[in-house]
């Protein structure tokens, strides 16, 4: 009895923790900017994000470019790029919170939201990362490939759209779901 009352437990819990984690959102999660001060993404309810994991020494790193001209572009319109420097493909962030900043700023002219580095898979992933890869998306489930995966996130704080690091900000395709997240 108490054996079949502990596997109900867990199976209520596993459950109960499915069923949040779909119903979750990006507003659930506190992250620290590339200042170090902390920020509660519910900040953001009501604008459509663009979340992108960067990195400064990546073949796609001249993608800052676009994801700039984007953010100029749709800013007044309710987007916000929102870039998390991580250091997991080919270490191709090494760099310090402070560097990467500079770096952004001086090379690329970054004005968007910078975060502080994180982990976007493996056994220490952000658990903003982990939402992101495990929440149903028609595009692509799943760990991330490389630097400059794009996920873009509602008014609502869901996944809407999932774009691979091969995709350019400036993409059709890309424009064309976010101003129809806006639009929402």
């Given at each position: 009895m108490k054996t079949h009352l502990t596997l109900l437990l867990i199976t209520a819990m596993l459950l109960g923790g499915a069923t949040l984690q779909a119903e979750g959102s990006v507003y659930e999660f506190k992250v620290k900017n590339i200042e170090g001060k902390?920020?509660?993404?519910?900040?953001?309810?009501?604008?459509?994000l663009l979340i992108v994991?960067?990195?400064?020494?990546?073949?796609?790193?001249?993608?800052?470019?676009?994801?700039?001209?984007?953010?100029?572009?749709?800013?007044?319109?309710?987007?916000?790029?929102?870039?998390f420097p991580a250091n997991n493909f080919g270490g191709q962030e090494p760099g310090s919170d402070e560097e990467i900043a500079e770096f952004c700023?001086?090379?690329?002219?970054?004005?968007?939201?910078?975060?502080?580095?994180?982990?976007?898979?493996?056994?220490?992933?952000?658990?903003l990362f982990t939402y992101l890869t495990d929440a149903?998306?028609?595009?692509?489930?799943?760990?991330?490939?490389?630097?400059?995966?794009?996920f873009l996130i509602g008014k609502d704080g869901k996944l809407v759209r999932r774009f691979a690091t091969k995709v350019d900000p400036a993409n059709e395709d890309l424009v064309a779901a976010i101003e129809t997240a806006i639009a929402e």
């Open positions: 902390d920020i509660d993404l519910s900040e953001y309810k009501g604008k459509v994991n960067v990195a400064s020494r990546c073949g796609a790193t001249k993608q800052y470019d676009p994801l700039q001209a984007l953010y100029k572009k749709y800013e007044d319109k309710g987007l916000v790029v929102l870039g700023s001086s090379k690329y002219s970054v004005d968007f939201p910078m975060f502080s580095k994180v982990s976007v898979k493996g056994d220490d992933k952000a658990p149903a998306n028609p595009d692509k489930e799943g760990d991330i490939g490389w630097n400059f995966e794009k």
